[in-house]
């Protein structure tokens, strides 16, 4: 045996030489992955839901993240043509044309439920949050680039028909009691996607995932070593993209963001916007700028960031608060409020916003 090594020296020494440079390899990559910390991943950016879609995944291989990103693709597309109600042929768009007040109509279960999910946020918020504020929505025509504030008469007239008591679901179906209504899902769209594309990668073999629809963000699982999602809220008034804050949330969180700077006109110096107090007909005015939800559910999280932003800040506060939701409150003199318990999880990054206690 001595006289094999002493023979094989050279070559024994150099296959030890070769262990040692392969195991020195192995852990210098296996260190900088444990720093870096993040699994592979891809991002992706699309339009959907007239809006921008950006998607970065989280998964073992890049054809994994190729074949979530074109079943997310499906999904929005498909979530969209069910609950558009700007598609000609969508079953809203007909339902809205067609129905007859009294009557009594079967949609399909998901309109359905969310419908009814709408009117419990309708009540628990005393009509802040309305499912039947389309026709008003269409008169000012925001969304579709008017720049023109319409006559008071035109409000005054829209608003009396403004009234979600007026929506009536039964076991037997819909029913609308008044002829010149319109429901739509304008509010909680994207929340609702959210959710469907959480569930999506529930099924998938993604690590993790953020997903945006517009101001809708989506978190699943995690990145790598770090559990939490670090999200950027938009500053409201800085160009697109820019934040203001960061938020932390776990993956599973959606978070919402409704603004005075996402659909607008000005004019005589005035900003006319697209969330709306159903009360008066007129965009809402109450020193708001944003409002970010956060919680496990996206259909809550986008309904409430527009229900708060409606609600102002003290009653939109207590609604968040018993709802168990995070929620950010930003006014036009940039102070910041929060909800109990967001404050670890929450750092301001433009010092011009300033956190305020109430
Ligand atoms: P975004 O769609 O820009 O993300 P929101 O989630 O806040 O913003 O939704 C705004 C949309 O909600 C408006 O375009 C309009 O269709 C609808 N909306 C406006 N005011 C109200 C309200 N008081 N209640 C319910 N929906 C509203
Ligand atoms: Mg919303």
């Known amino acids: 045996m001595i006289r094999f090594i002493a023979r094989h020296r050279h070559i024994i020494n150099t296959v030890i030489i070769i262990i040692i440079i392969i195991l020195f390899v192995y852990f210098a990559i296996k260190t900088k992955d444990i720093k870096a910390g993040t699994y592979n991943n891809k991002t992706y950016s699309g339009i959907a839901f007239g809006t921008a879609i950006k998607k970065t995944v989280f998964a073992e291989e890049d054809s994994v993240c190729d074949e979530i990103d074109d079943n997310i693709d499906k999904l929005l597309k498909s ?88 929506i009536v679901i039964t076991d037997e179906g819909l029913t609308l009691n008044d002829g010149s209504m319109a429901i739509d899902f304008g509010a909680v769209g994207k929340g609702i996607a959210a959710d469907k594309v959480i569930e999506e990668l529930s099924k998938s073999q993604a690590k993790g995932a953020v997903v945006s629809v517009g ?73 708001l700028i944003s409002v970010t939800i956060a919680t496990d559910n996206g259909f809550l999280s986008d309904a409430l960031s527009t229900a708060c932003f409606v609600m102002g800040v003290d009653e939109g506060l207590q609604y968040a608060e018993s709802k168990g939701v995070d929620a950010i409150f930003v006014t036009s003199d940039k102070k910041v409020y929060l909800t109990n318990g967001l404050k670890k999880r929450f750092q301001i990054k433009n010092k011009d916003y300033i956190i305020k206690k109430k």
Not at 138 to 165: C, F, M, Q, R, T
Not at 253 to 277: A, L, M, Q
Request: with cysteine; net charge negative.
């Open 79 to 166: 979530v969209d043509d069910e609950l558009s109600y700007r598609l000609e042929d969508s079953e809203l768009a007909i339902f809205n044309r067609s129905y007859a007040a009294g009557g009594i109509y079967s949609l399909s279960p998901d309109i359905m439920r969310y419908l009814q999910e709408e009117m419990e946020v309708y009540k628990e918020t005393k009509g802040a949050f309305c499912p039947c504020i389309l026709p008003l929505a269409k008169l000012w025509g925001i969304e579709d680039g008017s720049k023109e504030v319409p006559d008071k008469s035109a409000i005054d007239e829209v608003i009396k028909h403004i009234d979600a008591d007026n």
């Open 215 to 287: 101001g809708t963000i989506a978190t699943y699982g995690s990145k790598g070593a770090d559990s939490m999602w670090h999200i950027g809220i938009q500053d409201p008034r800085a160009e697109d993209g820019q934040v203001f804050a960061v938020l932390d949330v776990k993956g599973g969180n959606v978070v919402s963001t409704s603004g005075d700077y996402e659909k607008y006109f000005e004019k005589d110096g005035k900003r006319y916007h697209h969330i709306f107090d159903p009360k008066t007909g007129y965009p809402v005015d109450n020193g």
